[in-house]
């Protein structure tokens, strides 16, 4: 069963080719990591999936349904959230805050049809509450929910932007270097969650440059090189790939 397929999928810049004719399906549910040096279009390839850039060609389907030529909104409405590499939480608002603001901002939820009922808001709200709380217990920022976002570690805020794409009832995750300036402790931290929301039956896609870290937690993994799909498979059958040493870990 695949929750997203990519066809031919290429964008240019000027006359580089970013992403060049990628073919990729996505295995729905567990954890798939994307690697490759610097420059090799990983992040493009996740600008694409969530319509921040279009495509020059090629198809994109999530759920069997075409999402290429949608808007960032639709797409995310379908059920794809994204953890950009520079966290990008609510500073100012407290951990809570975050989280709820993130269940009302969901595109699949009316906020305003909430409004217009006053028995209906104490119910939801008392529901969105407890669902934040739910979350942000999930995450393991118990303690911390009225602290403001600006006063946790970096790492701290990774979990955060976490527990609100959790809250925005995304099914498909896509996350550009969680690991990335986190602290060893933290990153521990980090995988437990990994697995805990794909045992939870979500779907993670995570760009990493910590091999540790694709060998412990990736159930499959794409190597990308220059724009292009060079391997594929297991991480262990790909790490072991000879043309991907050479190009990426140099031996
Ligand atoms: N908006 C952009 N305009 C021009 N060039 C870009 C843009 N985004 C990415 N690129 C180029 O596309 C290539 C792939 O970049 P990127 O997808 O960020 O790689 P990765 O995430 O694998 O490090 C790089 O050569 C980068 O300079
Ligand atoms: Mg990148």
């Known amino acids: 069963m695949y929750i997203m397929k990519l066809h031919n999928v290429t964008r240019?810049?000027?006359?580089?080719?970013?992403?060049?004719?990628?073919?990729?399906?996505?295995?729905?549910?567990?954890?798939?990591?994307l690697i490759g040096p610097n420059g090799a279009g990983k992040t493009t390839l996740f600008n694409l999936i969530s319509g921040l850039l279009k495509l020059d060609c090629g198809e994109i389907y999530f759920d069997n349904i075409r999402v290429d030529g949608l808007t960032p909104w639709e797409i995310a409405k379908?059920?794809?959230g994204r953890l950009f590499q520079d966290v990008r939480v609510f500073k100012k608002l407290s951990?809570?805050?975050?989280?709820?603001?993130?269940?009302?901002?969901?595109?699949?939820?009316?906020?305003?049809?909430?409004?217009?009922?006053?028995?209906?808001?104490?119910?939801?709200?008392?529901?969105?509450?407890?669902?934040?709380?739910?979350?942000?217990?999930?995450?393991?920022?118990?303690?911390?929910?009225?602290?403001?976002?600006?006063?946790?570690?970096?790492?701290?805020?990774?979990?955060?932007a976490i527990a609100r794409l959790l809250a925005g009832g995304y099914k498909l995750l896509l996350l550009d270097e969680p690991s990335a300036g986190v602290n060893p402790a933290m990153i521990k931290s980090l995988l437990e969650l990994m697995k805990k929301i794909a045992d939870a039956g979500r779907t993670i896609i995570f760009i990493?440059?910590?091999?540790?870290?694709?060998?412990?937690?990736?159930?499959?993994?794409?190597?990308?090189?220059?724009?292009?799909?060079?391997?594929?498979?297991?991480?262990?059958?790909?790490?072991?790939?000879?043309?991907?040493?050479?190009?990426?870990l140099g031996v």
Do not use: C
Request: no cysteine.
């Open 208 to 248: 990493e440059h910590n091999m540790t870290v694709v060998l412990e937690i990736a159930n499959w993994v794409f190597f990308l090189n220059e724009g292009r799909v060079i391997s594929f498979g297991r991480p262990d059958d790909v790490l072991g790939n000879d043309e991907v040493r050479k190009a990426y």
């Open 95 to 160: 951990v809570l805050d975050n989280v709820l603001l993130a269940k009302l901002q969901h595109p699949g939820e009316s906020p305003l049809s909430v409004l217009f009922s006053t028995r209906r808001v104490t119910n939801a709200e008392k529901e969105n509450l407890g669902e934040a709380h739910k979350w942000v217990k999930f995450v393991g920022l118990s303690g911390k929910e009225n602290s403001p976002a600006e006063s946790l570690s970096f790492g701290q805020q990774k979990l955060l």
């Open 12 to 33: 240019a810049f000027g006359g580089l080719r970013a992403v060049d004719e990628v073919s990729i399906e996505f295995s729905s549910g567990g954890i798939t990591g």
């Open 78 to 80: 379908l059920g794809i």
